[in-house]
Every structure is written in C-alpha cells, then in structure tokens.
C-alpha cells in the first residue's frame, strides 16, 4: 500500500476528543476501515505523564495488530516508547529538520494552512502535508483561518509528489468535496469520536 493509500482515512483522537474509552472507539474505527491513526493527546482533560504513554501502548497495540498506520503528534518523546511510524508536526513545533535528523525513517506530517508557511518549511524533509482548516472546526481551540478546498487545489498544483491531507472540520457530508479537489486522505476526529454509528461515519468517509 502506498503512503497516499495509507492516509485515505485518518482518525486522529486522543482520551479529550471522546466520552467513551478511547480503545474502544478506535477498535471499532479500525473495523469500520480506517487507514491511519494520529494519537494526539494535546488540551483541556487531555492525560500526561504515565497515563498518556500507558494509552498511547493501548492504541498503539490495537493499529499494528491490523497494520494501521500509527502517528504521534508532536511529542518526540512517545516516538520510540511507541514505535510510531512517524510523526505529525504543526508550523509551531519542533522544526522537521531537527525530527528528520532525530528520526531519518519515519514518517513525516506537516500541517500547512499558508503560502508564507509553505515558504518557510522544508518540504523536501516531509513526506505528507497536512492541509486545512478546511471547514469550520470546534476540536481545536487555536484553529486558524479557514482555507477550503481552494488551498488543497493549489497544494496538489504545486507539489504533485507530496500526499495531501485534508484536515479541519470534515465530516460524512464534505469528505468527498476534499478528495475530489485532490487530497489523498482526509483527516478527522469529532466526525468519527462523535458518530453515533463509527461503521457508517467511516464508510461514508
């Protein structure tokens, strides 16, 4: 399976993002057909410590049993305790030159939402951008601006080699508008951790 295939349909999920046990959530979105898994354990009740390795075990365990793919947001230091396959970084963390030369065969995410981010990042140490906010979003409290589909377009114009994933309030309804305009994947969290059937929610993804 090639990488743009792995990140068709991304869950990215921490204990914050639902009121269920979070394994369960992600067994049953694995069942359903996801592709890919982002364990972003990041805001208000989000766990830390042990707590948040011990999870991070527990769905780490659930994706490599099924050959999900299994991402970790940021936090450098869950990467070897978890052996993720990579790593998904936004414009204000840790530089992907310094991951890259920490970590020369992961996988590597960068969220983009601007021309000027584009400008400053070193595109040839990733290997999927991250695209949005696409849609309005309530999951994330420092969202910024949203972009639409426009901005995958121009993505996919410019950087024809890089898989693109669509993030930023998508759901059931506009998935389909994300793939059509060029994204190889859309990622999610409140259209899967709030749907009330996960089965369907992913299908419809």
């Not at 046990?21 to 996801?34: K, N, T, Y």
């Not at 992907?96 to 070193?122: H, M, N, Y």
Request: glycine share 10%; charged share 30%.
């Amino acid at each position: 399976m090639t990488l743009s295939e792995q990140l068709r349909k991304y869950l990215v999920m921490g204990s914050q993002d639902t009121d269920r046990d979070p394994a369960e959530v992600l067994d049953e979105a694995i069942q359903a057909g996801i592709t890919a898994f982002q364990y972003r354990e990041k805001g208000r009740g989000s766990l830390e410590g042990e707590a948040k390795l011990e999870l991070g075990r527990k769905l780490r365990g659930l994706c490599r049993d099924k050959g999900i793919l299994f991402i970790v947001n940021d936090d450098l230091d869950m990467v070897e305790p978890l052996e993720a396959d990579g790593v998904h970084v936004g414009q204000e963390d840790i530089s992907v030159e310094v991951i890259r030369s920490q970590f020369p065969d992961k996988i590597l995410g960068l969220s983009v939402s601007t021309e000027q981010e584009i400008a400053k990042s070193s595109l040839e140490k990733v290997d999927y951008l991250g695209a949005g906010p696409v849609f309005q979003t309530s999951t994330k409290e420092d969202a910024k601006p949203v972009v639409g589909i426009v901005w995958i377009k121009q993505l996919r114009e410019a950087y024809r080699d890089l898989p693109i994933v669509g993030i930023g309030g998508i759901n059931t309804e506009n998935a389909s508008s994300v793939i059509e305009a060029g994204a190889a994947g859309v990622a999610v969290v409140s259209a899967i951790t709030h749907a009330e059937s996960i089965a369907e929610a992913v299908k419809r993804l």
